[in-house]
Structures are given as structure tokens and as C-alpha cells.
């Protein structure tokens, strides 16, 4: 499989050296109209090609990378010119419509990867076109697999639902992270051991929701807060329903955004 990257930003450079790193042998070939970005990828184990044109006939999988608002600027350049090619889009609220209308072709996926897809353990939910192969479904598959876990869905509308969990998803879990690491400096520690403090709490407490994952949440909370004691007093400070409410608020609030994108 030749695979073309469009767009080297965060997620790009994610997706080629996640590629890069499982299936060692494949040709990774990218593209970006930043000249920094170029120079930064040419310092990887990828080709880097000077235009869309110039990639086109060298791979059979592209990969659109750029963001949302840069698509139909990128979907004018490429329209008429895609052939052979499987297109998996990683743009957030662009709608399969969107995407085999404006680059004439009905061979697409739709993904949403999240950045934790940097270090191979991303979730990506992805949903393809009409004119998806089956082998182009497993070709999928074997990408997706270089970033971490993958799931598909059939219902359109579940990806925009998704993007609001998954995908927004790390930035909600650093606020967290961003949060205790104040809380724990206004307590009176430096950075460094509020930085230890936080993130050796959250990738043990991350690893023992995956490892009891049959248990819920909220009885994983009741095992670590005693009545009357110090965990009960902090959630009685934050207010456990509210703060549920917020983080339903904000959920919808970004769901409604990818509704929007996808409408345009
Ligand atoms: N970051 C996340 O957590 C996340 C998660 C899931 C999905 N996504 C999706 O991933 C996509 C990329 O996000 P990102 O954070 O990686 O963006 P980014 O860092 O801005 O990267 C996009 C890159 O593409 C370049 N570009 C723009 N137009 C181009 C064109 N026509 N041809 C080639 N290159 C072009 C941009 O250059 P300029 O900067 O010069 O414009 C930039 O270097 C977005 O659509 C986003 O919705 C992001």
C-alpha cells in the first residue's frame, strides 16, 4: 500500500509516524503547503512530494489531513483528479456527502482518530461510502489499527457524536489534568511534583477503569470516598451533579458544532 499524507500538522504527522512505525515497509508520502512542515517531515522516514499533483499517481490510499475550514479549497485542487484512490478523510465535520461530491469519487471514509493516536493508543470511529470496497475496508482497518483501537458505525450522525467524546475527548481529560496541577501548586508544591502527582494519578486511575471496565464509573468513585472524609469533601465542593451537567452541556455544545461543519 502507497499511502499519501495531505496536510503535516498535529494529526498528520501522528497518522505518518504511527504508519510508519507498524507497517515499516509501506511507502509514506506527504504533502503540505507550509514549507516548515515539509522540512520537519523530510527529517522522518516519509517521502515528501511537492504537490498534489505530483502525489496522486504514486500512491492508491490518501489520507486528507488539513482542516475542516482549508477542505473545499483542497476539494477544488484534487476534483477530477482522483482515480484509483481510496480517500479516508480525517476532517472533523466533514460529511461523506461532502466529501464524494466536491472530490467526485464515492470511494471514501470518514474518520474521526483522536491525538492519543501520536503514541499507537488513539480510538478512531470511521463509517464509509457506498462504493467502499470490502478490501477497502480492511485496508482501512490496517491503517486505522497503526493508531490504536478503531470502531465503525453505520449511522452518519453517531461520527459527529463520537467527535464530541473520542475526539474532543483528550483535550477534556488535560483540562482535568490542567486543573490538579494548579489545585496541587496553590497546596503548596512545585511544578515538577504536582506534574508527577497528576499524571501518575491519571494514568494509574486510566488503567484501572480499562482493567475493571465492567465496573462503572461512579462505583469506582464510591470505592475511593468514605463518608465524612476527605474525597466526599471535595465532591461535595464540586457538586457531582452539576458537574455532570456541565460536561453534558459541553458535550452537545461541541456535537453541535460537528453538525454544523457537516451541514456547510
Ligand atoms: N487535533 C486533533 O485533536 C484532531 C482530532 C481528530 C481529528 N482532527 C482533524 O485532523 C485535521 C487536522 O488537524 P491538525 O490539528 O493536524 O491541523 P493542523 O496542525 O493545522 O495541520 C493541517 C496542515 O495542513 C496544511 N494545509 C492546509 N491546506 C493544505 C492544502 N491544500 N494542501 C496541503 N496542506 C495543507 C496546513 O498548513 P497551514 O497551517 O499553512 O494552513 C497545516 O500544516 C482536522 O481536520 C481536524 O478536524 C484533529
Avoid at 489499527?145 to 467527535?163: I, Y
Avoid at 483528550?170 to 486543573?179: E, G, K, M, R
Wanted: glycine share 8%; with cysteine.
Amino acid at each position: 500500500m502507497n499511502i499519501g499524507i495531505i496536510g503535516y500538522g498535529v494529526m498528520g504527522e501522528a497518522i505518518a509516524s504511527a504508519l510508519v512505525r507498524q507497517h515499516g515497509c509501506e511507502v509514506v508520502v506527504v504533502f503540505d503547503v507550509d514549507p516548515t512542515r515539509c522540512a520537519c517531515a523530510q527529517e522522518s522516514s516519509v517521502t515528501v512530494i511537492g504537490s498534489i499533483a505530483a502525489m496522486l499517481p504514486k500512491v492508491e490510499i490518501l489520507v486528507l489531513a488539513v482542516k475542516p475550514q482549508q477542505y473545499h479549497v483542497l476539494a477544488s485542487e484534487m476534483n477530477g483528479h482522483i482515480g484509483h484512490h481510496l480517500v479516508i478523510s480525517i476532517m472533523a465535520g466533514i460529511s461523506l456527502d461532502q466529501l464524494e461530491e466536491q472530490l467526485d469519487t464515492s470511494r471514501v471514509v470518514r474518520t474521526m482518530p483522536n491525538t492519543p493516536a501520536q503514541i499507537g493508543q488513539g480510538l478512531t470511529v470511521w463509517i464509509a461510502s457506498g462504493g467502499v470496497t470490502p478490501q477497502d475496508k480492511l485496508e482501512t482497518e490496517q491503517i486505522l489499527s497503526a493508531f490504536g483501537k478503531h470502531l465503525e458505525l453505520k449511522n452518519e450522525d453517531m461520527v459527529n457524536a463520537a467527535t464530541a467524546i473520542s475526539g474532543s475527548g483528550p483535550a477534556y481529560v488535560f483540562l482535568l489534568a490542567q486543573a490538579l496541577e494548579e489545585s496541587a501548586i496553590a497546596l503548596g508544591f512545585d511544578r515538577e511534583t504536582a506534574r508527577l502527582l497528576v499524571t501518575e494519578t491519571l494514568r494509574g486511575s486510566s488503567a484501572l477503569y480499562y482493567d475493571q471496565r465492567q465496573v462503572a464509573p461512579q462505583e469506582l468513585r464510591r470505592r475511593v470516598t468514605s463518608p465524612g472524609g476527605t474525597t466526599n469533601a471535595a465532591m461535595e465542593s464540586l457538586g457531582v451533579e452539576k458537574f455532570v451537567e456541565l460536561w453534558k452541556a459541553a458535550t452537545q455544545a461541541a456535537y453541535k458544532r460537528a453538525q454544523e461543519l457537516s451541514q456547510r
